[in-house]
């Protein structure tokens, strides 16, 4: 008996192995669904087939959103007063995010005092300068207390030296005020390998500093002179903010060190005590209690950039910053 139904092509046979088939009326196939498309929809979930790795998955996708929370979050503009936190800490490399918050702290109505905490050995004697400069502004508006940490030398204390009161522990580590210069030189390196440079200039200082030469006795006394400049203006800046003798600041300044107990005893810090004692005397000043919360400077950087630093220790805008320099000579307020 023939079958008078028409003819589908080979897509008339469909098996369980091939697929599925939806039929109409002549019995061909409308649609066909393939068998890894519907045999995947009775899989059991991923966190059931995959436990380890589902919840990896979220676990990493909790730690990026955390992540952005934490760098979005910005408490530059609250409302109560407060006292804000300036926070200098390890080498000066950058100025901008430092001062950056501080023009933050200064436009805020609810800032009424200011603890600017230090530890750090200094670092770019601009760098360092310009935050001195910042934080000396902010203390003719707003009582400033600067509590030095483990050590605040050098640069560090340029810094210091710009509050309206200067704390130190006993065993924290000072001074170090002077400036130094360092010039590496590869030119034995680059003559091992066999590689070398050619360098023209306009001016017989332009090329003052290189790696790929020693100094000249008459690029010697030049750099000299420009070291001894920047010398003078941190006697000057000590001086002027220690409200000392110009003489007595210049005394101190032949790069020793100091302990917390020498430097107030040499008047480069006005009292013995830590962030707490710092920030009873700041109550007092502000009026604000003592026990009241920081206003902090939000996290800088992607959650990447923080991650690396807290993990690794490893900080890559100073890295940066370092990179920019490049074979120029760099000036330095750091031990």
């Not at 028409?6 to 369980?16: F, K």
């Not at 290189?210 to 000590?238: C, K, N």
């Not at 800088?300 to 490893?314: I, N, P, Q, T």
Request: hydrophobic fraction near 45%.
């Amino acid at each position: 008996m023939s079958d008078n139904r028409p003819l589908c092509g080979d897509t008339a046979a469909l098996s369980a192995d091939s697929g599925l088939a939806a039929r109409g009326a002549s019995g061909c196939p409308l649609a066909h669904i393939p068998a890894s498309a519907w045999q995947g929809l009775l899989r059991p979930p991923l966190r059931k087939r995959r436990p380890l790795l589902f919840w990896g998955g979220v676990l990493l996708a909790l730690t990026v959103l955390g992540g952005l929370a934490l760098g979005s979050g910005d408490e530059s503009f609250v409302s109560g007063p407060r006292i804000a936190l300036v926070s200098v800490n390890g080498p000066i490399l950058k100025a901008e995010p430092v001062l950056d918050w501080i023009r933050k702290v200064e436009r805020n109505p609810a800032v009424k005092g200011v603890l600017v905490r230090v530890d750090s050995p200094g670092g770019g004697a601009a760098a360092s300068q310009e935050i001195h400069d910042a934080i000396a502004a902010l203390a003719q508006k707003m009582p400033v207390a600067v509590s030095m940490g483990g050590m605040a030398a050098s640069g560090g204390l340029m810094v210091s030296v710009a509050g309206t009161r200067v704390f130190a522990n006993p065993s924290t580590v000072t001074g170090s005020i002077g400036v130094r210069m360092d010039i590496p030189q590869v030119r034995g390196l680059l003559d091992k390998v066999g590689v070398g440079q050619e360098t023209l200039t306009t001016a017989p200082y332009k090329d003052a500093g290189s790696w790929l030469h020693p100094l000249t006795r008459e690029q010697r006394e030049y750099f000299a002179a420009v070291l001894g400049d920047m010398h003078q203006q941190f006697v000057d800046i000590v001086a002027r903010g220690r409200r000392m003798e110009r003489a007595q600041a210049a005394q101190l300044a032949d790069g020793r060190i100091f302990t917390g107990r020498e430097a107030l005893k040499a008047g480069l810090v006005d009292e013995m005590g830590g962030q707490a004692v710092a920030l009873d005397w700041l109550a007092g000043e502000s009026g604000v209690p003592a026990g009241r919360r920081l206003l902090v400077r939000p996290k800088e950087g992607d959650w990447l950039s923080r991650a690396l630093k807290v993990w690794l220790g490893v900080d890559l805008d100073g890295l940066g910053a370092l990179a920019g320099r490049g074979a120029a000579p760099v000036f330095l307020f750091q031990m």
